[in-house]
């Protein structure tokens, strides 16, 4: 096999560069973790103001991320075969029969059970 380097330099901030690197690290077989995009320094911390209500912002973890989390845990070479069934148990569990149709309120708590598994 014949290997070539590659540099690349991203924005980790924007989710978009931050996703598209785990896609592509995703496809070549580097089983790395998804990592959350880094805060952008010129921002405040916005701070959620508890009001009682049901918070309609959109969840912090995509579909494509969790996609991409499945498809490491899955397709490791030392627990993919032993994870396989686990995933799919949890995304019933959750009312789904794959990623996309999980409903986008369990987009977190599913990343959470991924992030878990060991």
């Known amino acids: 096999m ?3 380097k ?3 330099q991203i924005d980790a901030t924007n989710p978009k560069h931050v996703e598209a690197a785990c896609t592509f690290l995703q496809s070549i077989g580097n089983s790395t973790e998804v990592a959350k995009p880094a ?17 309609t912002d ?10 991409v ?7 490791d070479e030392d627990h993919g075969e032993r994870f396989r069934p686990l995933v799919k148990k949890k995304l019933t569990e959750l009312g789904a029969n ?20 060991k």
């Not at 805060?39 to 918070?55: F, R």
């Not at 959109?58 to 996609?67: A, D, F, W």
């Not at 989390?69 to 397709?75: C, F, G, H, P």
């Not at 794959?98 to 598994?117: D, G, P, Q, V, W």
């Open 69 to 75: 989390a499945i498809q490491s845990k899955t397709k």
């Open 98 to 117: 794959n990623a996309s149709t999980l409903k986008e309120e369990k987009y977190e708590e599913f990343m959470e059970f991924l992030n878990n598994l």
């Open 58 to 67: 959109k969840p912090s973890v995509t579909l494509n991320e969790i996609r």
């Open 6 to 8: 590659i540099e690349a």
């Open 39 to 55: 805060p952008k320094a010129n921002k405040p911390v916005e701070t959620k103001k508890e009001t009682g209500k049901k918070d």
């Open 2 to 4: 014949s290997l070539i």
